[in-house]
């Protein structure tokens, strides 16, 4: 498999590289990769970097400046596999007197084409070869795939592949020998990216971390949709029912009741499934104060977000709901649209659903269209029909990865008001259905190469009121010690090069005041651990700062 660093769909790119690729004075020659000749592969830029480096044309921000680099070899190029298709991608080398041998891919956030350099940094940092894509298109209107199949499906799918193909072709030449093994790291469509790449190319990566991944993509789309309409009177898109206020109110008495069912009132709800909260218990009552209760229709509101989108002809779920705790959830204290109002609607444009420009250019070609006529049974259909099997990343099917040697980590956090966490849960269940014998056999079974990591109180990727540090491989986590125990990235390079599968995880939550400071002299609030499902952490006594005094176990009943 990937062990010696090639995919098999990449024999072509072998081939080309033993018979035509021109011969090199030495390893460290960057330049000359700009002649390397790779199929459908222009390589653009090949140079040296040495301490600075500043982005190219970035979109919604200002190009970032990166000191203090180790030096590399930046190379970059685009891949045309289709008609149509212009996949982007770069790959930084360190040099061979440091590289470990790794190749590491990172994923993307969004649908924005910007490079996450910040990733591809830490990664060179640790003397691996970092990998990124733009996804095959350029900035955010997803304008991108209007009439462009070819282009939806490089954002599916393809524009990972292609790229870590050319990658390592292009590590090869640079080192004379190959990648010995493969890494693909993300969250949010990262993640999306990661259970992809597993179904579909199941030997570009040895080893996967999965955050956050909607990979129901087409139904979580639904879902933004469906929130938006659930939180509107029709026909009115300017005044939501629920404010953000009305959120925060909820959200608070959701902690309030369930926080503690952990052993530890420590302002996060552990496992929401076990929360039996009842919203209707802050309906107002006749005298009540409005800021601190609901009105009828705020409650209906809410349920109907909890209840997730139905399809209106069977009754049968579309998406599951959101749990409790991911109403009003903030990414940090200057949040202005925490919760569920971050995505019921476009952040710039408040009075249309999130992601509306998938309905109105991918799936029914009319820039005019209209919401409020949604028909929650054939449009359903339409949807799934026209873009499901290439923007999805649904199959259960992960024999294949398993059976190349495939080591993948997903991790969701319980409060993520984006994709749902029961998605999470839904598609590791059915990945351990496929297997066969006793209930826990086909756990032992699915644990041997998929481990799902659910993390009380994180937000969307990180972030939130929980411990959320602890991959030195996502965004906005930063673990104080970089070792198996404590980073994901880590723990995922143990199970694939030693066979040292993870247990569970140490997740940080940092004191106010240290963000200037190194993570390692950061002063720490506590630490949790991180179970592996279906395990969850439990405090058995002692300090409750300390990871140390909780054990994961089976939840009862």
Same mark, same amino acid.
């Given at each position: 498999m990937t062990k010696f660093g090639f995919a098999k769909a990449s024999l072509p790119a072998v081939l080309t590289l033993m018979f035509a690729t021109p011969a090199y004075s030495a390893p460290s020659d960057c330049t000359a990769l700009k002649q390397l000749k790779l199929p459908h592969v222009e390589i653009v830029v090949a140079?040296?970097?040495?301490?600075?480096?500043?982005?190219?044309?970035?979109?919604?921000?200002?190009?970032?400046?990166?000191?203090?680099?180790?030096?590399?070899?930046?190379?970059?190029?685009?891949?045309?596999?289709?008609?149509?298709?212009?996949?982007?991608?770069?790959?930084?080398?360190?040099?061979?007197?440091?590289?470990?041998?790794?190749?590491?891919?990172?994923?993307?956030?969004?649908?924005?084409?910007?490079?996450?350099?910040?990733?591809?940094?830490?990664?060179?940092?640790?003397?691996?070869?970092?990998?990124?894509?733009?996804?095959?298109?350029?900035?955010?209107?997803?304008?991108?795939?209007?009439?462009?199949?070819?282009?939806?499906?490089?954002?599916?799918?393809?524009?990972?592949?292609?790229?870590?193909?050319?990658?390592?072709?292009?590590?090869?030449?640079?080192?004379?020998?190959?990648?010995?093994?493969?890494?693909?790291?993300?969250?949010?469509?990262?993640?999306?990216?990661?259970?992809?790449?597993?179904?579909?190319?199941?030997?570009?990566?040895?080893?996967?971390?999965?955050?956050?991944?909607?990979?129901?993509?087409?139904?979580?789309?639904?879902?933004?949709?469906?929130?938006?309409?659930?939180?509107?009177?029709?026909?009115?898109?300017?005044?939501?029912? @629920?404010?953000? /206020?009305?959120?925060?109110?909820?959200?608070?008495?959701?902690?309030?009741?369930? #926080? %503690? =069912?952990? *052993?530890? !009132?420590?302002?996060?709800?552990?496992?929401?499934?076990?929360?039996?909260?009842?919203?209707?218990?802050?309906?107002?009552?006749?005298?009540?104060?409005?800021?601190?209760? @609901?009105?009828? /229709?705020?409650?209906?509101?809410?349920?109907?977000?909890?209840?997730?989108?139905? #399809? %209106? =002809?069977? *009754?049968? !779920?579309?998406?599951?709901?959101?749990?409790?705790?991911?109403?009003?959830?903030?990414?940090?204290?200057?949040?202005?649209?925490?919760?569920?109002?971050?995505?019921?609607?476009?952040?710039?444009?408040?009075?249309?659903?999130?992601?509306?420009?998938?309905?109105?250019?991918?799936?029914?070609?009319?820039?005019s269209w209209n919401w409020w006529k949604f028909n929650w049974g054939s449009d359903v259909d339409t949807m799934e029909k026209r873009l499901g099997p290439i923007f999805n990343a649904n199959s259960s099917n992960l024999t294949p990865f398993s059976k190349a040697g495939g080591k993948l980590i997903m991790f969701m956090g319980w409060q993520d008001p984006v994709g749902s966490p029961l998605e999470a849960i839904n598609y590791y269940n059915a990945v351990q259905a496929r297997a066969r014998g006793s209930a826990l056999q086909k756990e032992a079974a699915t644990q041997a190469f998929l481990r799902l990591l659910m993390v009380p109180g994180m937000g969307h990727c990180a972030g939130g009121p929980g411990a959320s540090n602890f991959s030195t491989a996502t965004r906005d986590s930063e673990p104080p010690v970089s070792d198996a125990a404590h980073d994901m990235t880590r723990a995922l390079e143990a199970w694939v090069e030693r066979g040292r599968a993870p247990q569970s995880l140490i997740a940080t939550r940092y004191a106010e005041g240290g963000d200037k400071l190194p993570a390692a002299k950061r002063p720490i609030e506590y630490q949790r651990p991180l179970c592996v499902w279906p395990k969850a952490p439990v405090y058995k006594g002692g300090d409750k700062r300390q990871a140390g005094s909780f054990v994961c176990e089976r939840p009862r009943g």
């Open positions: 140079t040296p970097v040495d301490g600075t480096f500043v982005e190219d044309a970035v979109v919604e921000r200002e190009p970032r400046t990166y000191k203090g680099l180790k030096p590399f070899c930046r190379v970059r190029g685009f891949s045309r596999p289709v008609p149509g298709s212009k996949i982007g991608f770069e790959v930084w080398l360190p040099p061979a007197t440091v590289w470990t041998g790794r190749l590491h891919m990172i994923g993307n956030g969004a649908y924005v084409s910007n490079f996450q350099y910040r990733q591809m940094v830490q990664r060179l940092n640790d003397n691996d070869v970092a990998v990124g894509t733009d996804t095959g298109h350029s900035g955010t209107n997803l304008i991108f795939g209007w009439k462009h199949p070819e282009r939806i499906e490089d954002f599916g799918h393809r524009a990972v592949h292609e790229s870590v193909v050319a990658a390592k072709a292009i590590t090869r030449a640079y080192y004379t020998r190959p990648a010995r093994y493969s890494y693909f790291s993300g969250c949010s469509t990262g993640g999306y990216q990661g259970l992809s790449s597993a179904q579909r190319y199941p030997n570009d990566f040895d080893g996967i971390i999965a955050g956050a991944p909607g990979n129901n993509r087409t139904s979580l789309t639904l879902a933004f949709l469906w929130n938006f309409l659930a939180n509107h009177r029709p026909g009115d898109n300017a005044t939501p029912i @629920l404010s953000v /206020e009305n959120l925060l109110t909820i959200n608070r008495a959701v902690v309030a009741q369930c #926080d %503690a =069912r952990d *052993g530890v !009132a420590d302002g996060v709800v552990f496992n929401p499934l076990q929360c039996n909260f009842k919203v209707t218990t802050l309906q107002c009552r006749p005298g009540s104060a409005p800021k601190s209760c @609901l009105t009828g /229709e705020q409650v209906a509101a809410a349920e109907k977000i909890y209840g997730g989108p139905k #399809d %209106a =002809r069977t *009754g049968k !779920a579309i998406y599951p709901g959101y749990p409790f705790g991911t109403e009003g959830v903030m990414s940090g204290p200057d949040d202005d649209h925490p919760g569920w109002s971050g995505y019921w609607a476009e952040t710039d444009r408040q009075q249309e659903p999130s992601r509306a420009d998938i309905f109105r250019y991918w799936v029914f070609n009319d820039p």
